[in-house]
Nanobody
Framework: VQLQASGGGSVHSGGSLRLTCTDTTGFTVKSFTISWVRQVPGQDAEWVASISTQSSAIDYADSVKGRFAISRDNAKNMVYLQMDDLKPEDTAVYYC?????????RGQGTLVTVSS
């Protein structure tokens, strides 16, 4: 299983982005609890959000609660992170990983840059 995140980009404060998590094989995302994690170069990774396999359990870090929404479409083998009201402090490389409230190991991430 190799998870990869996509959908990053550059936005201004208050903007929105939607990140997508897929498995390079295209088949297995639906089988796992998935977390989104972010990391600023030189700093420790920060857990952002987690979702269980059937979306029955969802949790968010306090820093993103009310602004970010994690969801999944198991028919498409995808997990999403909708990010609204983005702030400069949300700037980081975002990763999707297997597990609940965990920060690693991490695969291919996507860069989100928020300018003020």
């Amino acid at each position: 299983v190799q998870l990869q995140a996509s959908g990053g980009g550059s936005v201004h404060s208050g903007g929105s982005l939607r990140l997508t998590c897929t498995d390079t094989t295209g088949f297995t995302v639906k089988s796992f609890t998935i977390s989104w994690v972010r990391q600023v170069p030189g700093q420790d990774a920060e857990w952002v959000a987690s979702i269980s396999t059937q979306s029955s359990a969802i949790d968010y870090a306090d820093s993103v609660k009310g602004r970010f929404a994690i969801s999944r479409d198991n028919a498409k083998n995808m997990v999403y992170l909708q990010m609204d009201d983005l702030k400069p402090e949300d700037t980081a490389v975002y990763y999707c990983i297997r597990g609940w409230r965990t920060v690693g190991p991490r695969g291919q991430g996507t860069l989100v840059t928020v300018s003020s």
